[in-house]
């Protein structure tokens, strides 16, 4: 087959894999909702990365779906299969399913042996934008991920769905890419890596678009101005308290240096192009599946709405660039304006000009070629918007029962991360009795940022810094460096959860414990 017609057969395996998302959905029907047990085969696919034949994992229905829609009210039923020749688990990321179905292993259940399976089922009680992905070893970073959608009963009949799911991408082994940062001999985080130490490229790429800034220039330095443009270019998070770091040490963004950058399975040199009606009405749902990358989605200047995060409804905020960082997802309502063909949605790497995304375009809109470095480095990731973000359904106003301090501690030298200065294994579980509303305030001692998830519960972002607001109610937060951010949540669903930083290498690397109750 030339390259031509196997590009032509991804393309089109793709818009099917997708096609479900990238085009207007049917509604959900009688027969699917009758054939209410899914198989979700964990697997090996083949992709075309910039025309080179790459092996990963892959979380498909017998249909080739990747991933999974469903409806709200339908219970999650599902078999998984594991035909992936390893072991494997997967987790279901933003739901709140009973522990043992959590998918973590050696916390909630056993992987899955090749040629094995696990039965699923819980009820989907809310709506929203989720994903799925192995918590087994580091397969997250080889695509073992998929999209797991919950729509509203018949909520956006008015609107195009479509899911741009971000990856970062390396043809080394996530293995090497571990190991070369454990051989990494910098003495303190954020002081770059050596290079001959066998990663690519350096953990100081953001600085290297911005020669010398420190964390305190980056603050004053990075123009930004208007609230909406809050998307990580405005400079860094408003904090009195914490400051920057300590003198000479500088903010450190991205400690891997990927190949390539995945929007939908593709990058810009052959995007994925979505058709959509000429002032069509669009629901972007994002998710960034990447292992260790934060991302600016940049729509070129058409206005969205931000109307959830996590797959949790917050109070709509307009803007045209928005932040997202790991594991995190939003979703974005737009509407082509007249005579508006072609729309790209771009998401930039922070820090550096690399990027990658997707085309929405109506019939016959020119797609123009878009390279996958923009003009202008984007800016690090900050807190401005999170502080900005006003969940649609805040917690009950409730003093905290139980409160947690925790470090996000670690160092480069060794690449050691942990939380407490414990790594996992040494760690010291969180303890929660049922009914106590929780509050674990995060502190972060290190140079770089952090995406702390919590398992099996929704939290709501309450302080930045100490400062109390009511924050969106969310999964995942991005701590930055030398901040503090207070998230709240109610002890209802008793069991043992991981609680993690999403960068899968801090994970790998020990940042990661257990929220555990007193009795389950
Ligand atoms: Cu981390």
């Given at each position: 087959m030339s390259l031509i017609d196997r590009r032509g057969l991804l393309a089109t395996a793709a818009l099917s894999a997708l096609g479900g998302l990238a085009s207007p959905l049917l509604p959900f029907t009688e027969a699917a909702r009758a054939a209410s047990t899914t198989t979700l085969t964990a697997g090996r696919r083949t992709l075309d990365v910039n025309g080179r034949a790459a092996t990963?994992?892959?979380?498909?229905?017998?249909?080739?779906?990747?991933?999974?829609i469903t409806e709200v009210g339908t219970p999650f039923r599902a078999t998984l299969r594991n035909d992936a020749g390893v072991d494997t688990l997967i987790h279901w990321h933003g739901l709140t399913p009973p522990y043992r179905q959590d998918g973590v292993?050696?916390?909630?259940?056993?992987?899955?042996?090749?040629?094995?399976?696990?039965?699923?089922?819980?009820?989907?009680?809310?709506?929203?934008?989720?994903?799925?992905?192995?918590?087994?070893?580091?397969?997250?970073?080889?695509?073992?991920?998929?999209?797991?959608?919950?729509?509203?009963?018949?909520?956006?009949?008015?609107?195009?769905?479509?899911?741009?799911?971000?990856?970062?991408?390396?043809?080394?082994?996530?293995?090497?890419?571990?190991?070369?940062?454990?051989?990494?001999?910098?003495?303190?985080?954020?002081?770059?890596?050596?290079?001959?130490?066998?990663?690519?490229?350096?953990?100081?790429?953001?600085?290297?678009?911005?020669?010398?800034?420190?964390?305190?220039?980056?603050?004053?330095?990075?123009?930004?101005?208007?609230?909406?443009?809050?998307?990580?270019?405005?400079?860094?998070?408003?904090?009195?308290?914490?400051?920057?770091?300590?003198?000479?040490?500088?903010?450190?963004?991205?400690?891997?240096?990927?190949?390539?950058?995945?929007?939908?399975?593709?990058?810009?040199?052959?995007?994925?192009?979505?058709?959509?009606?000429?002032?069509?009405?669009?629901?972007?749902?994002?998710?960034?599946?990447?292992?260790?990358?934060?991302?600016?989605?940049?729509?070129?200047?058409v206005r969205a709405d931000l109307v959830a995060v996590d797959g949790r409804p917050v109070q709509a905020m307009s803007g045209s660039v928005f932040p997202v960082a790991i594991a995190q997802r939003?979703?974005?309502?737009?509407?082509?304006?007249?005579?508006?063909?072609?729309?790209?949605?771009?998401?930039?790497?922070?820090?550096?000009?690399?990027?990658?995304?997707?085309?929405?375009?109506?019939?016959?809109?020119?797609?123009?070629?878009l390279p996958d470095l923009a003009p202008r480095a984007v800016a690090p990731l900050n807190f401005e918007l999170e502080q900005s973000l006003r969940a649609a359904a805040p917690l009950a106003p409730?003093?905290?029962?139980?409160?947690?301090?925790?470090?996000?501690?670690?160092?480069?030298?060794?690449?050691?991360?942990g939380l407490n200065g414990l790594a996992y294994g040494d760690d010291k579980p969180l303890m929660v009795t049922k009914g106590q509303r929780v509050e674990l305030v995060m502190t972060n001692r290190t140079m770089m940022s952090h995406p702390m998830h919590l398992h099996g519960h929704a939290f709501q972002v309450v302080a930045a810094n100490g400062r109390r607001f009511s924050g969106a109610v969310r999964d995942t937060v991005l701590v930055p460096p030398m901040q503090t951010v207070t998230v709240a949540f109610d002890a209802d669903n008793p069991g043992r959860w991981a609680f993690h930083c999403h960068n899968l290498y801090h994970m790998a690397a020990g940042m990661m414990t257990t929220v555990q109750y007193d009795a389950f």
């Amino acid at each position: 087959m030339s390259l031509i017609d196997r590009r032509g057969l991804l393309a089109t395996a793709a818009l099917s894999a997708l096609g479900g998302l990238a085009s207007p959905l049917l509604p959900f029907t009688e027969a699917a909702r009758a054939a209410s047990t899914t198989t979700l085969t964990a697997g090996r696919r083949t992709l075309d990365v910039n025309g080179r034949a790459a092996t990963v994992f892959g979380i498909t229905q017998p249909d080739g779906t990747h991933g999974l829609i469903t409806e709200v009210g339908t219970p999650f039923r599902a078999t998984l299969r594991n035909d992936a020749g390893v072991d494997t688990l997967i987790h279901w990321h933003g739901l709140t399913p009973p522990y043992r179905q959590d998918g973590v292993p050696g916390v909630s259940a056993p992987a899955v042996t090749p040629g094995g399976s696990a039965e699923y089922d819980f009820p989907l009680s809310f709506p929203g934008t989720f994903w799925m992905h192995s918590h087994q070893g580091l397969q997250e970073q080889s695509l073992m991920s998929a999209p797991l959608i919950i729509r509203d009963r018949g909520g956006a009949a008015d609107r195009q769905e479509v899911v741009l799911m971000l990856h970062d991408f390396s043809f080394k082994s996530p293995e090497e890419i571990y190991a070369g940062l454990r051989r990494a001999t910098s003495s303190t985080a954020g002081q770059g890596l050596d290079q001959k130490a066998g990663m690519a490229g350096n953990r100081m790429q953001g600085m290297d678009a911005m020669p010398g800034m420190s964390m305190g220039e980056a603050k004053a330095g990075v123009a930004g101005g208007s609230r909406d443009a809050m998307a990580g270019m405005s400079g860094m998070a408003t904090s009195q308290s914490a400051g920057p770091g300590p003198a000479g040490m500088s903010m450190a963004l991205n400690d891997v240096v990927f190949d390539a950058f995945l929007a939908n399975d593709r990058t810009l040199a052959d995007p994925l192009v979505v058709r959509v009606e000429p002032r069509g009405r669009i629901l972007l749902r994002v998710i960034n599946a990447s292992a260790s990358s934060n991302f600016q989605i940049d729509l070129g200047g058409v206005r969205a709405d931000l109307v959830a995060v996590d797959g949790r409804p917050v109070q709509a905020m307009s803007g045209s660039v928005f932040p997202v960082a790991i594991a995190q997802r939003l979703d974005l309502d737009f509407q082509l304006a007249a005579g508006q063909t072609a729309v790209p949605v771009l998401a930039g790497l922070e820090g550096e000009r690399k990027r990658t995304g997707i085309v929405l375009a109506t019939t016959g809109g020119q797609v123009q070629k878009l390279p996958d470095l923009a003009p202008r480095a984007v800016a690090p990731l900050n807190f401005e918007l999170e502080q900005s973000l006003r969940a649609a359904a805040p917690l009950a106003p409730k003093p905290a029962d139980r409160v947690h301090h925790i470090d996000l501690t670690g160092a480069m030298k060794g690449y050691v991360w942990g939380l407490n200065g414990l790594a996992y294994g040494d760690d010291k579980p969180l303890m929660v009795t049922k009914g106590q509303r929780v509050e674990l305030v995060m502190t972060n001692r290190t140079m770089m940022s952090h995406p702390m998830h919590l398992h099996g519960h929704a939290f709501q972002v309450v302080a930045a810094n100490g400062r109390r607001f009511s924050g969106a109610v969310r999964d995942t937060v991005l701590v930055p460096p030398m901040q503090t951010v207070t998230v709240a949540f109610d002890a209802d669903n008793p069991g043992r959860w991981a609680f993690h930083c999403h960068n899968l290498y801090h994970m790998a690397a020990g940042m990661m414990t257990t929220v555990q109750y007193d009795a389950f």
